[in-house]
């Protein structure tokens, strides 16, 4: 059956449907779990922190390297043309005022680095603490997973019952103590070197 609209009303168009996300449910949820870790994060920042972030920030950007030298230009041009402009120089070579400026400005920046690292090195470390205990949890989980498939393959009676060591040895949960002695005896350093070497 044809719609019948008045003479010259103009025919309503639906809005298009939101396209699909391609994005499955559990990808969509981590997701939210990753930005709900950020978010909290940016709440438990002090006043303090989050003013050392904003110039930490600013200081990282290449403007403020270029406006550092623009002043430094500044500066010594002025005081350097000031005798020939009949004026007196305010800061004379070899602009102790200056250099008095520039190392605070050095130590001030250093600073803020230095503070900003810390507190970065906390994070990875809060990080790569929730990284091993979901780790942890997920070998727990498959080495559960493994020893119900071992179960239903040897109560199946159409499935060949057979003894598989790879199979056994992979459903007993990994030792974390025993994997690090290991490590330590091949002489892997996961600390000191950033590129552990294996003696052979």
Do not use: C
């Given at each position: 059956?044809?719609?019948?609209?008045?003479r010259?009303e103009?025919?309503?168009?639906?809005?298009?449907?939101?396209?699909?996300?391609?994005?499955?449910g559990?990808?969509t949820?981590?997701v939210d779990?990753?930005?709900?870790l950020?978010?909290?994060?940016?709440e438990?920042?002090?006043?303090?922190?989050r003013?050392?972030?904003f110039?930490?920030?600013?200081?990282?950007?290449?403007?403020?390297?270029?406006?550092?030298?623009?002043?430094?230009?500044?500066?010594?041009?002025?005081?350097?043309?000031a005798p020939?402009?009949?004026?007196?120089?305010?800061d004379?070579?070899?602009?102790?005022?200056?250099?008095?400026?520039?190392?605070?400005g050095?130590?001030?920046?250093?600073?803020?680095?230095?503070?900003?690292?810390?507190?970065?090195?906390?994070?990875?470390?809060?990080?790569?603490?929730l990284?091993?205990?979901?780790?942890?949890?997920?070998?727990?989980?498959i080495?559960?997973?493994?020893?119900?498939?071992?179960?239903?393959?040897?109560?199946?009676?159409?499935?060949?019952?057979?003894?598989?060591?790879?199979?056994d040895?992979?459903?007993?949960?990994?030792?974390?103590e025993?994997?690090?002695?290991?490590?330590?005896?091949r002489?892997?350093?996961?600390?000191?070197?950033?590129?552990?070497?294996?003696?052979?």
């Amino acid at each position: 059956m044809i719609e019948q609209r008045p003479r010259g009303e103009a025919p309503s168009v639906s809005p298009p449907a939101a396209p699909p996300s391609p994005l499955s449910g559990h990808v969509t949820q981590n997701v939210d779990s990753v930005l709900a870790l950020h978010h909290r994060d940016r709440e438990r920042r002090s006043p303090s922190e989050r003013v050392l972030e904003f110039v930490g920030h600013f200081i990282s950007r290449p403007v403020y390297l270029l406006a550092v030298l623009g002043l430094v230009l500044l500066w010594i041009a002025g005081n350097t043309l000031a005798p020939v402009l009949g004026l007196r120089p305010f800061d004379a070579p070899p602009f102790a005022l200056l250099q008095g400026l520039l190392t605070l400005g050095s130590f001030a920046t250093t600073t803020v680095v230095v503070i900003a690292q810390r507190r970065q090195l906390r994070l990875e470390s809060q990080r790569s603490h929730l990284d091993l205990q979901v780790n942890l949890l997920s070998e727990q989980k498959i080495t559960k997973v493994i020893h119900l498939l071992e179960e239903l393959r040897r109560d199946l009676p159409m499935v060949r019952d057979r003894v598989d060591p790879e199979a056994d040895a992979l459903q007993r949960r990994a030792d974390t103590e025993e994997v690090l002695s290991a490590l330590e005896e091949r002489g892997v350093d996961l600390v000191a070197d950033p590129e552990p070497r294996v003696r052979t």
